[in-house]
Nanobody, 123 residues
Framework: QVQLVESGGGLVQAGGSLRLSCAASGRTFSSYAVGWFRQAPGKEREFVAAISWRGGTRSYADSVKGRFTISRDNAKNTVYLQMNSLKPEDTAVYYC????????????????WGQGTQVTVSS
C-alpha cells in the first residue's frame, strides 16, 4: 500500500511559480513511478507529468513542457512538481498518483492517488 499526500497549492498571479510536493508512505515507494494529473471544473482529469522510480525517465504533457519540472527524492519519499510561468489555464486541482513499473500517462493505469491540492492562477 502507498498513501500519497499533496501540498504546495495556492493562489498565484499569472507568470508566477509554485512547487507542489507529493509525500508518500510505504516502504516500496522508491520502486513506483509517480505521475501528476490535474482536473479543472467541468473537465476530465488529465496527465501533467510523470517520473520513473529512479528519475531517469520523465514525461510531460505538451501544455506544460518547458514550464513544469518533475523531480523526486526517494530518501524523503517525496516527488515534486515545480511550476513556472503559470497561466490561468493551469488552474485546477492537482493530484499525484503512483504505480509500480513504467511511466505511463493514462489516468486509469495508476493504482494510488492523493486527495489533491488546489492551484489557482489569476490573470
Amino acid at each position: 500500500q502507498v498513501q500519497l499526500v499533496e501540498s504546495g497549492g495556492g493562489l498565484v498571479q499569472a507568470g508566477g511559480s509554485l512547487r507542489l510536493s507529493c509525500a508518500a508512505s510505504g516502504r516500496t515507494f522508491s520502486s513506483y513511478a509517480v505521475g501528476w494529473f490535474r482536473q479543472a471544473p467541468g473537465k476530465e482529469r488529465e496527465f501533467v507529468a510523470a517520473i520513473s522510480w529512479r528519475g531517469g525517465t520523465r514525461s510531460y504533457a505538451d501544455s506544460v513542457k518547458g514550464r513544469f519540472t518533475i523531480s523526486r527524492d526517494n530518501a524523503k519519499n517525496t516527488v515534486y512538481l515545480q511550476m513556472n510561468s503559470l497561466k490561468p489555464e493551469d488552474t485546477a486541482v492537482y493530484y499525484c498518483a503512483a504505480r509500480p513499473g513504467l511511466v505511463v500517462t493514462t489516468v486509469g493505469e495508476y493504482d494510488y492517488w492523493g486527495q489533491g491540492t488546489q492551484v489557482t492562477v489569476s490573470s
